[in-house]
T-cell receptor, first 114, second 111 residues
């Protein structure tokens, strides 16, 4: 079974530039999550999708971050404009849904904002 | 979300059992106890979860106190590959399935 795919793996941009990350969840997984992990901290949930609807985006900085999950499969997370404090690893995870407790994480995208 | 408390770091010798503690004194009746681990430069990986009874799987065992205010993740025979950050997380079964990660316990395995 293929795992959660993310691209790119690494990205370096200057502040005020924009960036986009892509995630392809495990086939058949209805729930998709984006997490932000700052160095030395645990992952923090940014947004959760159930199929193509948003379940929780309470911690997403909506003035600069946006995410979409068209057709309930792939998802993109965008930052525009980026700030220095956005330097982090962005993790995508997916799960079957409520009845299944396991979330499967991708390898993440390491973003450096200079 | 109910909070968990874990030691920042632990060390263990290779091929010996490891007991990773977690305190969750404010746990509610619908909170499941989840453990994930994160190996260097990788995303977190599910380890095990439980509600009230002790649980075993191919990776580890989870021992849950009778009052559910604490739990212990047990790795029966640590290998170098088990060196990782281990997160103890409470997840409300009636919530939106989100995981709230703390800073976890960094486990070092000594060869």
């Amino acid at each position: 079974e293929a795992g959660v795919a993310q691209s790119p793996r690494y990205k370096i941009i200057e502040k005020r530039q924009s960036v986009a990350f892509w995630c392809n969840p495990i086939s058949g997984h209805a729930t998709l999550y984006w997490y932000q992990q700052i160095l030395g901290q645990g992952p923090k949930l940014l947004i959760q999708f159930q199929n193509n609807g948003v379940v929780d985006d309470s911690q997403l900085p909506k003035d600069r971050f946006s995410a979409e999950r068209l057709k309930g499969v792939d998802s993109t997370l965008k930052i525009q404009p980026a700030k220095l404090e956005d330097s982090a690893v962005y993790l995508c995870a997916s799960s079957l849904g409520r009845s299944n407790h396991e979330q499967y994480f991708g390898p993440g995208t390491r973003l450096t904002v200079t | 979300d109910a909070k968990t408390t874990q030691p920042n770091s632990m060390e263990s010798n290779e091929e010996e059992p490891v007991h990773l503690p977690c305190n969750h004194s404010t746990i509610s009746g619908t909170d499941y106890i989840h453990w994930y681990r994160q190996l260097p430069s990788q995303g977190p990986e599910y380890v095990i979860h439980g509600l009230t009874s002790n649980v075993n799987n191919r990776m580890a065992s989870l021992a849950i106190a009778e009052d559910r205010k604490s739990s212990t993740l047990i790795l029966h025979r640590a290998t170098l590959r088990d060196a990782a950050v281990y997160y103890c997380i409470l997840r409300d079964d009636f919530g939106n399935e989100k995981l709230t990660f703390g800073t976890g316990t960094r486990l070092t395995i000594i060869p």
